[in-house]
């Protein structure tokens, strides 16, 4: 009798790899609970539980704090030993890549505590000042009453948040721990815009009373009511503890130097190889990304020149060049171009939808939209992308940046791409309905993986010039490429900010924006994670193409990517090596 051929495959599995053990499936649930319980407000993005302890968790901050800060610690300390004591041969592939991937982040947590003296508690890319702001205004949910009675709870909990927060920020800076004074400069400016126009005009009661105005079963009385207790809030406890921060900084001016990098401080280059492991998910001396940037750089300028010749641009370097298209396709400044770019953004999502579908067999099911950053923190802000909620009461979104007044239009194709279908959007909100996979990778509840999400993102722009979605469109495919090269400066800029005492200046020289130097200044090592990512998935591709020969299907190669959600970059591989001994046909990869 002939046996099936996927039954004789499963009968060549071992029997581990058909089990699993469950006892790594209950305690690696329980130990993402306990962890969420400490993150409130991670719990209301991922709505992580349901009743009366979500409902508890969404009246809550979650406490930044030194104590808060020793107890995650610990937890992953903890969680570490655990790990440690599972038989890897009883665990199936899942449960595998689940202990391998939370193992590397429980390291890194720990492994990261040693540095939070050299973390700027506030700044104007990622301090604590926007992540409370953002999480307030963008992400807590307001579906019913009840959401915005927890958020009052929350927004009564600002000032002593804050104030906690700004004692952390003057016992690191009184032991020499400052940000450059350019980043006091940017970060000052963002706390001067919250706190102009008084509390009836700020974003924290604004943005309430354009989200309650969309509750149709809430009288018009009952909102009023509820906007004029935000207002007393933000009027009396809220506004006064920003300023007492902005007082702060303004102090910590005197004393500040314009020195950028990490290098300047106590721990410096071991603090800066951290956050290197951290985002890259390598080991990557910061010499040797600074190495793979140049090699980078000088490839694709030469692909560039081509291109701009073709269009007339033949003179001046290829950042003068870019500068010079840029410019001459800018829109009025009057009328506002901002709607107009905004709708555009939207014309290319929709159609990338729509060629996605020859390249993908996993597509979430939920929408993407594109929409504008708050004024309040679009000129210190990076587009940006945010998940859907599970209950479908908000999509995915592309955070557009339409500051201006200088808009990089070249580049707006491509961005969408990255930020939206088939980078972001794919990536993150398919991860969250992938059902088989345990609840703390669908909800990335120990941190997002940068090398891996973003170099996903950064593949998805040249996935999609590889396959013509810039055909007659010698500007974008510009745009494309020049993404991709400021993705690789990088490497090279903030690897020489923070170890080779690069100026701010040599890095705006080097063609980077002076808001993005800031950025990189600010939070170190992040900026590299993009090309590195991106890099080791085209190798693991092309690895996959190697062993399979005609057996590879691109489609196949990205449901494995996909299927396991954001990993360190070597359990990427392991997913990939799965992935090709499947497609060979000697045993069933679940990822």
Not at 186 to 208: C, H, M, P, Y
Not at 442 to 447: H, K, Q, Y
Request: charged share 25%; with cysteine.
């Amino acid at each position: 009798m002939k046996i099936p051929r996927v039954l004789a495959v499963l009968f060549l599995l071992p029997v581990a790899l058909l089990a699993g053990d469950p006892t790594f499936d209950t305690w690696v649930d329980d130990f993402s609970a306990e962890w969420m319980r400490a993150d409130p407000m991670a719990a209301t993005e991922a709505q992580y539980f349901s009743g009366a302890e979500q409902d508890a968790l969404d009246r809550r901050l979650t406490p930044y704090s030194a104590a808060a800060r020793a107890a995650q610690v610990a937890c992953a300390r903890a969680g570490l030993k655990r790990i440690a004591g599972f038989d890897r041969r009883q665990l199936d592939a899942i449960q595998r890549v689940s202990a391998d991937m939370l193992a590397w982040q429980l390291d890194t947590v720990v492994r990261r505590d040693a540095f939070t003296d050299q973390v700027f508690v506030f700044n104007q890319f990622d301090g604590v000042q926007r992540e409370l702001v953002d999480g307030l205004s963008q992400t807590h949910p307001i579906r019913n009453r009840r959401d915005i009675e927890n958020y009052l709870a929350r927004l009564g909990q600002v000032a002593g948040y804050m104030d906690g927060a700004r004692a952390q920020a003057q016992d690191r800076g009184a032991r020499g721990f400052l940000p450059p004074k350019f980043i006091l400069t940017a970060t000052l400016a963002q706390f001067d815009r919250f706190l102009e126009g008084g509390a009836e005009k700020n974003i924290l009661v604004t943005s309430l009373d354009e989200r309650a105005g969309l509750l149709k079963e809430l009288p018009a009385a009952d909102r009023a009511a509820f906007v004029a207790t935000a207002t007393g809030i933000v009027r009396d406890a809220v506004l006064p503890a920003f300023a007492q921060v902005h007082a702060l900084l303004n102090s910590q001016l005197a004393t500040a130097t314009e020195d950028a990098g990490l290098w300047r401080l106590p721990g410096g280059r071991e603090a800066y190889v951290t956050a290197l492991r951290h985002y890259t998910t390598t080991d990557l001396s910061p010499e040797k990304i600074h190495e793979i940037g140049l090699a980078e750089v000088a490839r694709i300028e030469a692909k560039m020149e081509g291109l701009f010749v073709s269009l007339g641009y033949k003179e001046g370097s290829i950042k003068e060049r870019y500068d010079r298209l840029n410019q001459d396709l800018q829109p009025p400044a009057d009328p506002d171009p901002r709607p107009a770019l905004l709708a555009r953004h939207e014309e290319i999502l929709a159609d990338a939808v729509q060629r996605s579908e020859s390249l993908f067999d996993l597509r979430p099911a939920a929408p993407c939209v594109v929409r504008r950053i708050p004024p309040f923190s679009e000129s210190n802000s990076a587009n940006h992308y945010t998940t859907p909620a599970k209950d479908g009461t908000r999509p995915g979104t592309f955070w557009a940046n339409l500051a201006g007044p200088v808009y990089r239009i070249p580049y707006m194709r491509t961005l969408t791409y990255h930020e939206g279908i088939p980078g972001h959007h794919f990536q993150i909100a398919l991860q969250q309905e992938q059902a088989e996979l345990p609840r703390f990778r669908r909800d990335r509840i120990f941190g997002f993986i940068s090398a891996h999400g973003e170099g996903w993102a950064l593949y998805s722009e040249q996935l999609a010039a590889e396959n013509n979605w810039y055909e007659g469109d010698p500007v974008g495919l510009i745009g494309q490429l020049e993404a991709e090269l400021f993705r690789a400066r990088r490497l090279v800029v903030d690897t020489g900010l923070h170890t080779m005492k690069w100026t701010r200046q040599q890095a705006i020289d080097y063609g980077i924006l002076p808001r993005e130097v800031d950025r990189y200044v600010a939070a170190p090592g992040q900026a590299c994670s993009y090309k590195i990512g991106m890099i080791r998935i085209l190798e693991l591709r092309e690895k996959a193409r190697q062993a399979l020969g005609d057996r590879f299907v691109l489609k196949e190669f990205h449901n494995a990517v996909l299927r396991a959600g954001t990993v360190p970059l070597a359990v990427l591989e392991t997913v990939i090596d799965d992935h090709i001994a499947a497609r060979q046909g000697r045993h069933v990869a679940r990822y």
